[in-house]
Nanobody, 123 residues
Framework: QVQLGESGGGSVQPGGSLRLSCALS????????MAWFRQAPEKEREVVATLYRKWGTTFVADSVKGRFTISQGHDENTVHLQMNSLKFDDTAMYFCAAAETCSGTIVADTRYWGRGTQVTVSS
């Protein structure tokens, strides 16, 4: 059994930065992928970034490429999402998730979800 907890959300001006963190507790051998999703009002949920734990391979969605970076923390049970050059369209609820597999921004067999942390970009 695994639990995920997100932190680091908040309000920021356009062009600003935030760093989200996801802490994983417990253990499940099926989990090989950590991912960040986001969902804005009246929009579909989308994958923002993924990290394949075995290889340390990372990917980010085209919409945030060059601005967002996903990375593993000092231990394998922590993952970060560094968000730079934030835009109005980045406003959303951001969710951390753990899945059995991922390739690029495709995430399959998602098993655990965090409660979410709100990111608001406004001037």
């Amino acid at each position: 059994q695994v639990q995920l907890g997100e932190s680091g959300g908040g309000s920021v001006q356009p062009g600003g930065s935030l760093r989200l963190s996801c802490a994983l507790s417990g253990y499940d051998t099926r989990i090989t992928c950590m991912a960040w999703f986001r969902q804005a009002p009246e929009k579909e949920r989308e994958v923002v970034a993924t990290l394949y734990r075995k290889w340390g391979t990372t990917f980010v969605a085209d919409s945030v490429k060059g601005r967002f970076t996903i990375s593993q923390g000092h231990d394998e049970n922590t993952v970060h999402l560094q968000m730079n050059s934030l835009k109005f369209d980045d406003t959303a609820m951001y969710f951390c998730a753990a899945a059995e597999t991922c390739s690029g921004t495709i995430v399959a067999d998602t098993r655990y979800w965090g409660r979410g942390t709100q990111v608001t970009v406004s001037s």
